[in-house]
């Protein structure tokens, strides 16, 4: 077995100890949460899916939060993730877990289950850039390869994704700008999907199969709303964000490129932060709490024997 690293060790330890989190599982397999582009697992206090795995873990749920570059392509993201799972996997004695990802953490989650399907039962895709991202394929218009601006960019997020990494306390974990930025446009994101296409329906924006052929169950859900409670100071950015892509969005992903496997609904009431409970739960109080659909999906997963 891998060695496990000391940050990993003690947060399994953390989320196994029955007198904290571990309580029995109410899914046959342990659920694992994936952040996207510039996440955390636990910054400062901070959760990355706000109140989700601590409300999963009092329900009777089994759930990780494991940590990937903050920024990096997806498939190095994945690589780290799976060498994760398999230390999850050997520490509880599961066969397999249930992948959530969020933004580019749906790519990073789609990797490993393409990969390594015999670990997985199921991926879902919460605002998943499966397609690419219209805002980041802006951005590499204005970055030219080579150019200075690219260069600076480069170094400038860089060293931010180490800030993060490093003040949660991942800072081992190595941080690449342009493979991400290649990773989350639309035309690395139509090639990571020819070599990764399991989940992806057959045209975009369509329904796909729950099932896809590796044995792996697919879902996605997202939303199409930028300005969501007057009480977030982030959704302004989200409302700026929106202005920049065509049709519906949630700010930074078009409904369509959320797309994977069985759509459960892709016109929440919700922007790219509420849809992991951020920014500290606000969120649309007309709309299902964000909280409530991760236990919904929990439960849709149990039911179906995962």
């Known amino acids: 077995m891998k060695k496990i690293p000391l940050f990993l060790f003690v947060t399994l330890l953390f989320f196994m100890n029955p007198c904290c989190h571990a309580k029995k599982t109410?899914?046959?397999?342990?659920?694992?949460?994936v952040h996207g582009l510039m996440g955390f697992d636990n910054l400062l206090g901070l959760d990355y899916f706000y109140n989700i795995a601590t409300s999963l873990n009092q329900d009777g749920t089994l759930v990780f939060t494991p940590a990937v570059s903050a920024i990096n392509s997806s498939e190095i993201r994945g690589e780290q993730l799976l060498?994760?799972?398999?230390?999850?996997?050997?520490?509880?004695?599961?066969?397999?877990?249930?992948?959530?990802?969020?933004s580019q953490g749906a790519q990073t989650v789609r990797y490993v289950a393409s990969t390594r399907p015999d670990l997985i039962a199921s991926v879902t895709s919460i605002g998943g850039a499966n397609y690419g991202s219209e805002i980041i394929d802006l951005i590499n218009q204005k970055l030219p390869a080579n150019s200075q601006a690219q260069h600076a960019a480069q170094l400038i997020f860089d060293a931010l994704?180490?800030?993060?990494?490093?003040?949660?306390?991942?800072?081992?974990?190595?941080?690449?700008?342009?493979?991400?930025?290649?990773?989350?446009?639309?035309?690395?994101?139509?090639?990571?999907?020819?070599?990764?296409?399991?989940?992806?329906?057959?045209?975009?924006?369509?329904?796909?199969?729950?099932?896809?052929?590796?044995?792996?169950y697919y879902f996605s859900w997202s939303g199409t709303a930028a300005l969501t409670n007057i009480l977030d100071l982030t959704d302004l950015p989200m409302l700026l964000g929106s202005l920049l892509i065509l049709g519906k969005d949630d700010g930074l992903i078009s409904r369509c490129s959320s797309h994977l496997g069985y759509v459960i609904k892709d016109n929440y009431e919700m922007n790219h932060l509420d849809e992991?409970?951020?920014?500290?739960?606000?969120?649309?109080?007309?709309?299902?709490?964000?909280?409530?659909?991760?236990?919904?999906?929990?439960?849709?997963?149990?039911?179906?024997?995962?």
């Not at 109410?26 to 949460?33: F, G």
């Not at 799972?85 to 520490?91: D, F, G, K, M, R």
């Open 276 to 306: 992991i409970n951020q920014f500290i739960g606000l969120h649309n109080f007309r709309e299902v709490d964000p909280i409530e659909l991760y236990r919904q999906h929990v439960k849709r997963l149990r039911e179906l024997g995962l």
């Open 83 to 102: 060498t994760q799972v398999e230390t999850i996997l050997a520490l509880t004695g599961a066969k397999k877990v249930n992948l959530i990802g969020h």
């Open 26 to 33: 109410t899914t046959q397999y342990p659920v694992v949460l």
């Open 161 to 216: 994704g180490g800030v993060i990494s490093l003040l949660s306390g991942n800072s081992e974990l190595p941080q690449n700008t342009l493979g991400a930025l290649n990773s989350l446009s639309t035309q690395g994101a139509n090639t990571f999907n020819q070599k990764y296409p399991e989940g992806l329906p057959v045209n975009k924006c369509e329904q796909g199969q729950i099932v896809a052929e590796n044995g792996v």
